[in-house]
Nanobody
Framework: QVQLVESGGGLVQAGGSLRLSCAAS????????MGWFRQAPGKEREFVGC???????SYADSVKGRFTISRDNAKNTVYLQMNSLKPEDTAVYYC??????????????????WGQGTQVTVSS
């Protein structure tokens, strides 16, 4: 059984930073692609970024240059560093597991396990 647990969300002022963590338990996630998604109130869940099993990253245009995804395989944890936050970044953020030996995927249907989400609120 795979469990993904996000943490690090909270309330921050515009221009501030937060680092989200996604800790995986159960089977190792070392060889899996991992993704980050978010869902704002009244909107559909959208792609934020992802990291391939070998560490290559890709981001949505809306966060490119501000957000950075990294992974620490020894800790079974993937991170989402968010800088220069804007009110429009307010959402529940989810991490998800992609395919083994996977690359870059924006399609949510590719991801099989999801965390419960962590709330990020950016005040203006």
């Amino acid at each position: 059984q795979v469990q993904l647990v996000e943490s690090g969300g909270g309330l921050v002022q515009a221009g501030g930073s937060l680092r989200l963590s996604c800790a995986a338990s159960g089977r190792t996630f070392t060889n899996y692609a991992m993704g980050w998604f978010r869902q704002a109130p009244g909107k559909e869940r959208e792609f934020v970024g992802c990291i391939s099993w070998y560490g290559f990253t890709s981001y949505a245009d809306s966060v490119k240059g501000r957000f950075t995804i990294s992974r620490d395989n020894a800790k079974n944890t993937v991170y989402l560093q968010m800088n220069s936050l804007k009110p429009e970044d307010t959402a529940v953020y989810y991490c998800a597991r992609g395919p083994m030996y996977g690359g870059i995927y924006e399609n949510q249907g590719i991801y099989d396990y999801w965390g419960q989400g962590t709330q990020v609120t950016v005040s203006s």
